[in-house]
């Protein structure tokens, strides 16, 4: 790993579980590529590591992940990277749909979905602020494991975009949380997330990576096979109830957004920048 990608995602393997941190606290953790390829090859060394057991993904900081990069110095959308989830063109140099269906297919849907199918358990550990990007990952990850100071918080609608690039949301909650979770933007609380069955656990703050290490500790213990054909079948499971499936439909959709923000008022995200969400976050 680089001295660059250190600085923004951290990594440490102790007693068989790899815990990969995002580290620009700064920004509450927020995502450019930077951080995703960092992230990516964290976790392809874990993979590669037999000592690795299992995985926790937490967030250095008071947040977890308040999202994708749309505003900080180090956003990093006109820079090219060697591409790891899919095959296409760069970005770069390209213009319109073109430019970002490649950008978004390879740093968010791809890469989450790589993610997705990591071979080992992963977990994520959150605290604080979850927020669009952030909810990407988490939802990524086997397990969520969230400390009761955490929220949860897809604000895009505002935008006029119909969700996060790796639309979930239905899934991972049910219809009707999942509507009410866009159409109001508003934070959805960890007891609520755990009511509604997307977060395994909630423990008081001062407990969370205590308790985490316990629950990966005792995944940990399984053979690391039946550990990953269980994710397999679960994750099969999950596709042939239309997640993958329904996620590529949204995706069209999500481009859809984002070309009718560029055409009609000259901007993908609708003049919405990192300032707005923040204001209007309540
Ligand atoms: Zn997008």
Redesign the pocket.
């Known amino acids: 790993m680089s001295s660059a990608e250190e600085q923004v995602v951290t990594s440490e393997v102790r007693d068989g579980i790899a815990t990969i941190r995002l580290n620009r606290p700064e920004y509450r953790n927020a995502q450019n590529s930077a951080v995703t390829y960092a992230l990516d090859a964290a976790f392809v060394e874990a993979t590669n590591d037999d000592a690795v057991k299992a995985i926790v993904l937490a967030g250095n900081g008071k947040h977890f992940c308040a999202g994708h990069d749309i505003g900080t110095p180090g956003r990093d959308i006109d820079q090219s990277f060697e591409r790891k989830a899919v095959i296409w063109w760069d970005h770069v140099g390209a213009e319109g749909v073109d430019s970002?269906f490649a950008r978004?297919s390879e740093v968010?849907l791809g890469m989450c979905r790589r993610w997705r199918e990591i071979p080992k358990p992963v977990i994520a550990m959150v605290h604080g602020a979850c927020i669009a990007g952030g909810l990407m990952l988490a939802w990524s990850c086997d397990f969520i494991v969230a400390s009761d100071d955490a929220f949860f918080q897809d604000p895009v609608v505002q935008m006029g975009?119909p969700g996060?690039?790796f639309f979930a949301h239905p899934w991972v909650t049910n219809p009707r949380a999942a509507k009410e979770m866009l159409y109001t933007g508003d934070r959805m609380s960890a007891a609520r997330a755990y009511e509604l069955g997307m977060v395994n656990h909630v423990v008081p703050r001062e407990e969370l990576e205590e308790r985490t290490r316990e629950i990966a500790s005792r995944v940990a213990r399984m053979p690391r096979l039946g550990l990953a054909l269980t994710k397999k079948a679960v994750n099969q499971a999950e596709d042939l109830q239309g997640f993958r499936a329904g996620m590529d439909s949204v995706f069209g959709l999500?481009?859809a957004a984002?070309a009718h923000n560029a055409e009609v008022q000259g901007d993908?995200l609708a003049g919405v920048n990192i300032k707005a969400i923040r204001a209007e976050s309540k």
């Open positions: 970002r978004e968010y975009i996060v690039e999500h481009h984002h993908s």
